[in-house]
């Protein structure tokens, strides 16, 4: 059983002279890695978007949906009032302990209590790949989510997706500009043009 599935769908935005993407079909299954390449305009976070039920195709059909999803983008989008600690328990109330172990897996523990809007770029995309782990979903999307991240940061983020992919079979769709730093390595390409 697909977690997410699709028969050719496109997404035509109003008023733009050509969709955002056409006739794709797909189908998601647990524990698959999908890398979403191709220039820059060719609806990769689009497409991302409608995989996460955020925006509907304007035609085609979806035949699944998956239940639960995390998602990450290049910009955190954290409650910048919040503590950091306080950003996870918003999405994770009774999930404190694993979100400070999160926290600690990715180096940024020294910040759970500081207000999201002082973190830096790369601590924030940090603490909002947290956010999306702590709801264990059945399928992870990340839109450049890691792009802010140095080599060690990247590695230590790369690991804790890996294990929770490999512990419950978690999907991941990812969106990359940078080849040589794919989460999802040796899982299946999808090429927008
Ligand atoms: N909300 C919107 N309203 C109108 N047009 C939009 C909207 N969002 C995206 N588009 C258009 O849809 C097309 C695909 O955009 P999208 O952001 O999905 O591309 P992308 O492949 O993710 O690009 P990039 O690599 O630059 O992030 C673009 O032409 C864009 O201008």
Do not use: Y
């Not at 820059?40 to 949906?65: D, F, H, N, Q």
């Not at 956010?131 to 992870?140: I, N, T």
């Not at 590695?155 to 512990?167: G, T």
């Amino acid at each position: 059983m697909s977690l997410f599935a699709c028969d050719k769908i496109g997404l035509q935005f109003p008023g733009r002279p050509a969709p955002a993407f056409s006739c794709i079909s797909l189908a998601i299954e647990t524990g698959d890695c999908l890398h979403i390449t191709g220039p820059s305009g060719a609806g990769k976070t689009s497409l991302m978007r409608v995989i996460a039920g955020l925006t509907k195709p304007t035609s085609g059909r979806i035949i699944a949906r998956p239940k639960r999803i995390g998602m990450a983008f290049a910009e955190p989008r954290l409650i910048g009032g919040l503590s950091v600690l306080d950003n996870l328990r918003f999405v994770a109330p009774r999930s404190t302990s694993e979100a400070e172990a999160l926290l600690a897996a990715l180096d940024i523990a020294a910040f759970a209590k500081t207000p999201a809007s002082s973190l830096s770029k790369g601590q924030a995309q940090r603490a909002a790949l947290v956010r999306a782990l702590l709801v264990h979903p059945e399928v992870l999307l990340l839109d450049e989510a890691l792009s802010g991240l140095d080599q060690s940061a990247w590695a230590l983020a790369r690991s804790l997706i890996e294990e929770q992919h490999l512990r419950e079979n978690m999907a991941i769709v990812e969106i990359t500009h940078d080849v040589s730093r794919t989460v999802s390595r040796g899982g299946k390409t999808l090429q927008l043009t």
